[in-house]
């Protein structure tokens, strides 16, 4: 543990380093000099920018025949520094003059010349040409020293071309532009390159530790298909020349464009948050050593106590002496301020905060499968008994089930549409017997559910299987629903088996690879082929914010061999590999909400509706308030692209667009270039439309819904857990014997231990919390992201319509009649609330299970 928690704090210790500046300027004069504003971040060193920052225009109307390019303005050094503080920020503002010659015309673009030694961080500029008449400049990035780039940062105005559009004056400096970004894809990657490539996930692996740190390439085979990530070029390993090496200083500097880096601002509360995970993690540890250095947890109360029940104030001063050898001297001072500014415990999480024990429920069980952490792949039956893919069929038989059908035959519920499957059964079984040879004890489960009239689900029987000894055999046991007796114990065991399931799912498949690895790609044939003067650019990049970010950082520390996902979950070194066989079946059309919910026979198509399709389970909260977010983005994304491409034509040859889709299909996504259902030809607005909404949906509410509940429902984790340690004993085993003793202690023997429960439980509290530069889906980190009017108007309807979204879950969630809402844990739906009403980005902050930003941004 000391030493993984030294690694941690080590690359904590890095990244606070590289938390600089920030820099955010105004202009607010002319005649015939303009005089603007800048803001900047105090810097680590207090260099002044005044002295090494100068910015110069481009004219985006009038060209210099002297260099064929637009017309350039002197450079404008900065002026007049006055500090200010906002909150735990300081920052210092400066004036800046620039000189228009006569018949200068707009400004298109503007270049940022860094003459220091440190990088600062751009937000924007604002140039105001006369009292009513002003261009602004939407920057939101990193700008290193000339001396490390050789180049000036350029930076385009907020005004939108189509290539065929762009005005003489700025195609060179647009195409010029373009690029630069795309590089000649050789060589490693330094933290000032803006340079955008694909690369396969050859970075888990460290193969030169040895045999059980070598992980397979992802992405570029048939074997194992993915997703790619964002070129960062490192020196390959000595020991296979494929697998690309890490520091030999753990931290957390993996390759991440300035464009696309965390602002100070995130970088500085991420920083925090992870001191506070670290804290909160070493806390049971530490009680541990008082206690005989315990394992397991000896009873639920002791598991409550432990980690949500505040410790006396000695605890604390125990906690800093703990962990005063593992960080670095320059963030114990963090540490001691984390501890005496926040309880020294989890919060409860919200799933037991109302009532301990009603997770219990198989009411519960099933609604969390429509309303929880993983709700979108419980889909209708269509075949009783269920088959395999290899023709095998399952062992549950019609008896089994039509005890609890309510008089219904199985043929006659199938009939209605109120069979139900929880299919964890395919994708895991050839991995099976290799997972648990690691010392975990999982079965692959099969979970069938009854809609009842009232909407719930009733669960009616769980098949957990194993691979039997002879290749290709399975050996099943089916349990049934019971309240009294063994039977009732060995129930909740088979229940515990489909959650342990269900949660390395989510977390593997729902989440990392629907989400953040998949938009990936997307973001990084933006950067490449789509210019930031382009519409559809304007349109997507608050939904890219962070992404390339936090990815880097999962795979830094917790996606690696021997990282976190692989302690935690219990896929453990075949985790990744696992969630490659799984890719090979993703179809980027089907992650469309109304084709998904078509897909599995929860929903019938329905032209009547908003978004085409008519729920066959009404009270599904994830798919009822999700698809009211659907046609409420699909709306907006139809409305601006009718603005700029007026036919078919227009999408068709926007030279940019086409190279942008034909990248993603075929390099970023390539290992499913061959795929035709894969996508769309994007020969049409309309085909346009379908496919960014998608996209747009994917990085913002299909995140929302499956990352920011975790802590409510995992952070309990007999509710969810991640690994097994005991299969269910049989009866007339010593194993049985012992089950029936002391039913609570054999649970907790077979849930993860204290130490990986731990662990998990400080992973998922930061990633389950908002930062406090949230951008939420309707909200804009800029007012002036575009010089539109009438997509401002467009953009203003957007938000009208997600704030009566957000009026329709309130109702949902007061109309007792919807009883998945609630459930008998009593947690309110919220996932999918947009959060548009908030007065300002970031205003709702931490764990508070609501608002949908705008991008996979943790």
Same mark, same amino acid.
């Given at each position: 543990?000391?030493? /993984?928690?030294?690694?941690?704090?080590?690359?904590?210790?890095?990244?606070?380093?590289?938390?600089?500046?920030?820099?955010?300027?105004?202009?607010?004069?002319?005649?015939?000099?303009?005089?603007?504003?800048?803001?900047?971040?105090?810097?680590?060193?207090?260099?002044?920018?005044?002295?090494?920052?100068?910015?110069?225009?481009?004219?985006?109307?009038?060209?210099?025949?002297?260099?064929?390019?637009?017309?350039?303005?002197?450079?404008?050094?900065?002026?007049?520094?006055?500090? $200010?503080?906002?909150?735990?920020?300081?920052?210092?503002?400066?004036?800046?003059?620039?000189?228009?010659?006569?018949?200068?015309?707009?400004?298109?673009?503007? %270049?940022?010349?860094?003459?220091?030694?440190?990088?600062?961080?751009?937000?924007?500029?604002?140039?105001?040409?006369?009292?009513?008449?002003?261009?602004?400049?939407?920057?939101?990035?990193?700008?290193?020293?000339?001396?490390? *780039?050789?180049?000036?940062?350029?930076?385009?105005?907020?005004?939108?071309?189509?290539?065929?559009? *762009?005005?003489?004056?700025?195609?060179?400096?647009?195409?010029?532009?373009?690029?630069?970004?795309?590089?000649?894809?050789?060589?490693?990657?330094?933290?000032?390159?803006?340079?955008?490539?694909?690369?396969?996930?050859?970075?888990?692996?460290?193969?030169?530790?040895?045999?059980?740190?070598?992980?397979?390439?992802?992405?570029?085979?048939?074997?194992?298909?993915?997703?790619?990530?964002?070129?960062?070029?490192?020196?390959?390993?000595?020991?296979?020349?494929?697998?690309?090496?890490?520091?030999?200083?753990?931290?957390?500097?993996?390759?991440?464009?300035?464009?696309?880096?965390?602002?100070?601002?995130?970088?500085?509360?991420?920083?925090?948050?992870?001191?506070?995970?670290?804290?909160?993690?070493?806390?049971?540890?530490?009680?541990?050593?008082?206690?005989?250095?315990?394992?397991?947890?000896?009873?639920?109360?002791?598991?409550?106590?432990?980690?949500?029940?505040?410790?006396?104030?000695?605890?604390?001063?125990?906690?800093?002496?703990?962990?005063?050898?593992?960080?670095?001297?320059?963030?114990?001072?963090?540490?001691?301020?984390? $501890?005496?500014?926040?309880?020294?415990?989890?919060?409860?999480?919200?799933?037991?905060?109302?009532?301990?024990?009603?997770?219990?429920?198989?009411?519960?069980?099933?609604?969390?499968?429509?309303?929880?952490?993983?709700?979108?792949?419980?889909?209708?039956?269509?075949?009783?008994?269920?088959?395999?893919?290899?023709?095998?069929?399952?062992?549950?038989? %019609?008896?089994?089930?039509?005890?609890?059908?309510?008089?219904?035959?199985?043929?006659?519920?199938?009939?209605?549409?109120?069979?139900?499957?929880?299919?964890?059964?395919?994708?895991?079984?050839?991995?099976?017997?290799?997972?648990?040879?690691?010392?975990?004890?999982?079965?692959?489960?099969?979970?069938?559910?009854?809609?009842?009239?009232?909407?719930?689900?009733?669960?009616? %029987?769980?098949?957990?299987?194993?691979?039997?000894?002879?290749?290709?055999?399975?050996?099943?046991?089916?349990?049934?629903?019971?309240?009294?007796?063994?039977?009732?114990?060995?129930?909740?065991?088979?229940?515990?088996?489909?959650? !342990?399931?269900?949660?390395?799912?989510?977390?593997?498949?729902?989440?990392?690879?629907?989400?953040?690895?998949?938009?990936?790609?997307?973001?990084?044939? *933006?950067?490449?082929?789509?210019?930031? /003067?382009?519409?559809?650019?304007?349109?997507?990049?608050?939904?890219?914010?962070?992404?390339?970010?936090?990815?880097?950082? %999962?795979?830094?520390?917790?996606?690696?061999?021997?990282?976190?996902?692989?302690?935690? /979950?219990?896929?453990?070194?075949?985790?990744?590999?696992?969630?490659?066989?799984?890719?090979?079946?993703?179809?980027?059309?089907?992650?469309?909400?109304?084709?998904?919910?078509?897909?599995?026979? !929860?929903?019938?198509?329905?032209?009547?509706?908003?978004?085409?399709?008519?729920?066959?389970?009404?009270?599904?909260?994830?798919?009822?308030?999700?698809?009211?977010?659907?046609?409420?983005?699909?709306?907006?994304?139809?409305?601006?692209?009718?603005?700029?491409?007026?036919?078919?034509?227009?999408?068709?040859?926007?030279?940019?667009?086409?190279?942008?889709?034909?990248?993603?299909?075929?390099?970023?996504?390539?290992?499913?270039?061959?795929?035709?259902?894969?996508?769309?030809?994007?020969?049409?607005?309309?085909?346009?439309?379908?496919?960014? $909404?998608?996209?747009?949906?994917?990085?913002?509410?299909?995140?929302?819904?499956?990352?920011?509940?975790?802590?409510?429902?995992?952070?309990?984790?007999?509710?969810?857990? $991640?690994?097994?340690?005991?299969?269910?004993?049989?009866?007339?085993?010593?194993?049985?014997?012992?089950?029936?003793?002391?039913?609570?202690?054999?649970?907790?023997?077979?849930?993860?231990?204290?130490?990986?429960?731990?662990?998990?439980?400080?992973?998922?509290?930061?990633?389950?919390?908002?930062?406090?530069?949230?951008?939420?889906?309707?909200?804009?980190?800029?007012?002036?992201?575009?010089?539109?009017?009438?997509?401002?108007?467009?953009?203003?309807?957007?938000?009208?319509?997600?704030?009566?979204?957000?009026?329709?879950?309130?109702?949902?969630?007061?109309?007792?009649?919807?009883?998945?809402?609630?459930?008998?844990?009593?947690?309110?739906?919220?996932?999918?609330?947009?959060?548009?009403?908030?007065?300002?980005?970031?205003?709702?902050?931490?764990?508070?299970?609501?608002?949908?930003?705008?991008?996979?941004?943790?």
């Amino acid at each position: 543990m000391k030493k /993984m928690l030294q690694n941690c704090c080590a690359k904590l210790h890095d990244a606070i380093y590289r938390h600089l500046s920030l820099l955010s300027i105004t202009e607010n004069e002319t005649q015939p000099s303009t005089r603007g504003k800048v803001v900047v971040y105090r810097t680590f060193r207090r260099s002044s920018l005044s002295k090494s920052i100068t910015i110069s225009l481009y004219s985006a109307t009038e060209i210099d025949q002297n260099t064929g390019i637009a017309k350039q303005t002197g450079e404008a050094s900065l002026r007049n520094g006055k500090k $200010t503080k906002h909150g735990e920020t300081e920052t210092t503002t400066y004036d800046v003059f620039f000189f228009l010659e006569e018949g200068f015309g707009a400004p298109g673009a503007m %270049a940022v010349k860094n003459k220091g030694q440190d990088q600062f961080f751009l937000q924007s500029v604002t140039v105001e040409i006369s009292e009513n008449h002003s261009f602004h400049f939407d920057c939101n990035s990193w700008v290193y020293p000339i001396a490390k *780039t050789n180049v000036d940062r350029l930076f385009f105005a907020n005004t939108s071309y189509l290539p065929s559009q *762009t005005p003489a004056a700025l195609q060179s400096l647009r195409q010029e532009e373009l690029a630069s970004l795309r590089g000649n894809g050789r060589g490693q990657r330094e933290k000032w390159d803006r340079i955008f490539d694909y690369d396969r996930y050859n970075d888990l692996g460290e193969p030169d530790k040895g045999q059980h740190h070598v992980r397979p390439v992802l992405g570029g085979s048939k074997t194992y298909p993915y997703p790619r990530r964002c070129r960062t070029g490192r020196l390959l390993s000595d020991q296979d020349r494929v697998t690309e090496t890490r520091h030999k200083i753990i931290n957390l500097d993996f390759y991440v464009p300035p464009d696309d880096r965390f602002s100070p601002l995130k970088l500085s509360e991420f920083i925090s948050s992870s001191i506070r995970a670290v804290v909160h993690f070493v806390i049971p540890e530490v009680k541990s050593l008082f206690e005989g250095s315990i394992k397991n947890f000896d009873s639920f109360g002791q598991l409550s106590k432990d980690l949500y029940t505040q410790r006396k104030s000695f605890l604390e001063s125990v906690v800093r002496e703990r962990i005063k050898d593992l960080v670095p001297e320059e963030l114990y001072g963090e540490v001691v301020r984390v $501890t005496k500014e926040n309880p020294i415990k989890f919060p409860v999480p919200q799933v037991i905060a109302t009532d301990e024990n009603a997770w219990r429920s198989d009411e519960e069980f099933g609604r969390e499968m429509l309303a929880g952490l993983n709700p979108a792949v419980i889909r209708c039956l269509e075949k009783f008994p269920p088959v395999g893919k290899g023709g095998k069929r399952s062992t549950f038989t %019609a008896s089994q089930v039509e005890i609890n059908l309510e008089g219904l035959s199985i043929g006659e519920a199938m009939s209605a549409g109120r069979i139900f499957i929880l299919d964890h059964h395919e994708y895991l079984m050839p991995y099976l017997r290799r997972i648990n040879e690691q010392g975990v004890c999982i079965y692959a489960s099969r979970t069938l559910l009854f809609l009842r009239p009232d909407q719930t689900l009733k669960p009616l %029987a769980i098949e957990l299987s194993l691979p039997g000894e002879v290749r290709g055999e399975e050996v099943s046991r089916v349990f049934l629903p019971a309240s009294q007796g063994s039977e009732a114990v060995l129930w909740q065991l088979a229940k515990t088996h489909v959650a !342990v399931n269900d949660s390395g799912h989510h977390q593997l498949i729902s989440h990392w690879l629907h989400t953040h690895a998949a938009v990936e790609p997307f973001i990084i044939a *933006t950067r490449r082929q789509l210019s930031a /003067m382009h519409p559809i650019y304007k349109l997507l990049d608050p939904h890219f914010k962070d992404t390339l970010h936090i990815n880097s950082l %999962a795979r830094s520390v917790l996606l690696n061999a021997g990282g976190v996902l692989e302690r935690t /979950m219990f896929p453990g070194r075949y985790a990744m590999e696992l969630s490659s066989a799984i890719y090979k079946n993703w179809r980027f059309n089907e992650q469309a909400l109304p084709l998904d919910l078509l897909r599995r026979g !929860v929903a019938v198509e329905d032209d009547s509706e908003p978004s085409g399709v008519r729920l066959l389970i009404e009270d599904y909260p994830y798919a009822a308030d999700g698809l009211d977010v659907w046609a409420t983005i699909e709306k907006w994304v139809a409305n601006y692209c009718a603005h700029y491409y007026r036919d078919d034509r227009a999408v068709a040859t926007d030279a940019e667009l086409q190279a942008w889709w034909h990248e993603v299909c075929t390099v970023g996504h390539g290992d499913k270039r061959d795929d035709d259902e894969c996508w769309l030809p994007l020969d049409s607005v309309a085909n346009l439309c379908q496919s960014l $909404t998608t996209l747009i949906w994917i990085a913002s509410a299909l995140h929302a819904a499956v990352n920011f509940g975790q802590f409510d429902y995992a952070g309990y984790m007999p509710n969810r857990p $991640t690994r097994c340690r005991k299969f269910i004993p049989k009866e007339g085993t010593p194993e049985f014997a012992e089950l029936i003793r002391d039913t609570d202690k054999f649970f907790l023997e077979m849930v993860p231990d204290r130490f990986t429960a731990t662990l998990g439980l400080a992973l998922i509290e930061v990633l389950s919390g908002h930062m406090a530069d949230e951008v939420y889906l309707g909200q804009r980190a800029s007012a002036a992201w575009t010089d539109d009017g009438e997509v401002i108007r467009m953009f203003e309807q957007f938000r009208v319509m997600l704030r009566e979204v957000e009026k329709r879950i309130d109702e949902r969630n007061r109309n007792r009649m919807l009883k998945n809402r609630w459930g008998p844990a009593r947690v309110p739906y919220t996932l999918l609330y947009p959060g548009t009403s908030n007065t300002g980005p970031g205003k709702e902050k931490g764990i508070t299970g609501r608002g949908i930003p705008n991008s996979v941004s943790i």
